[in-house]
């Protein structure tokens, strides 16, 4: 059985350790337990509860009309929750965090259909999916989610992508830009292209995609013939930080004449100063500004 802290209910919640204090003493919503050295502690049912009643909050109910809500009344209340553009960014986030627990797919995949068709996927990408994949994160390290629970949000993120890519069709606007697209050998992390990949394509930008773990002979082949403005890679888990460096300085001799563009937590061990032509984004918002930065240039 996994124990929790109230700094660890916190930071999964987003809710402030006084203010869950005050439902505890207040409405008894939740039931923390002391070990033989007579350690505060809370379970897991504690945390989903509290995800539930947050997320009911930041939609704008009472805290004292939550209370009284059943276990079964509230877990519908939030099931029947749809993600709106007015309510509080942590309402739908406790919402799939919730879900997420639970394991339960199709709650969690209408959480994320929902807020996509309201938001736009690009915004809920930005600030839903990101932010969860955050909060899992930090859930790693207290043992809340496990690998399957980060598996089963990455497959569901992954098909929305793939859908929305799908549907903007094959056509590209004449003397588009090029960009090239791939993962390094061994690097299976996908989202983060994945979603580049959709951005840049709803911008008019003409992209080669090429996916995960790809040889960098094979993407220097591809170069030769494609011919790109701009080379986008996310270094995640493929390279060890030693690595980093040799890996941009050979991408960097293999393909001359592209842009280099390494996102992601490896390429902040790239040392400095960069190589000529190579740019190293640190948040996933700033290659979405190098993009129409490029974007208006190419117009004017």
Not at 289 to 297: M, P
Request: neutral net charge.
């Amino acid at each position: 059985m996994r124990q929790y802290s109230i700094r660890d209910l916190a930071q999964l919640s987003g809710v402030k350790a006084h203010t869950i204090r005050t439902w505890e003493q207040r409405y008894g919503l939740l039931q923390p337990q002391r070990t033989a050295t007579n350690f505060r502690y809370y379970r897991e049912e504690d945390l989903l509860r509290l995800l539930q009643v947050a997320t009911l909050c930041a939609s704008g109910q009472r805290i004292s009309d939550v209370a009284q809500l059943s276990e079964q009344a509230r877990k519908q209340a939030v099931q029947a929750l749809s993600t709106s553009e007015s309510a509080a960014s942590n309402a739908p986030l406790n919402a799939l965090l919730a879900a997420m627990l639970n394991l339960d797919e199709p709650l969690l995949a209408r959480l994320l259909t929902q807020a996509i068709a309201q938001q736009g996927l690009e915004k809920a990408m930005l600030e839903l999916v990101y932010p969860l994949l955050q909060r899992i994160g930090l859930s790693w390290q207290i043992g809340t989610f496990t690998v399957a629970h980060e598996h089963l949000l990455s497959n569901l993120v992954r098909q929305k992508l793939l859908a929305a890519i799908d549907a903007l069709g094959p056509d590209v606007p004449v003397n588009a830009p090029r960009w090239l697209l791939f993962l390094p050998d061994r690097e299976q992390h996908e989202l983060a292209l994945l979603f580049l990949n959709h951005a840049l394509r709803i911008r008019g930008q003409h992209v080669l995609y090429l996916g995960a773990s790809l040889p960098l002979a094979d993407l220097v082949t591809a170069y030769a013939t494609f011919q790109p403005a701009f080379i986008a890679t996310v270094l995640t888990t493929s390279l060890s930080p030693d690595l980093v460096n040799d890996f941009a300085t050979e991408l960097r001799q293999g393909c001359p004449g592209s842009e280099l563009l390494l996102y992601g937590p490896l390429a902040q061990h790239l040392q400095l100063p960069l190589l000529p032509g190579t740019h190293q984004p640190a948040r996933i918002t700033d290659i979405l500004s190098f993009i129409e930065a490029r974007v208006t240039s190419s117009v004017v």
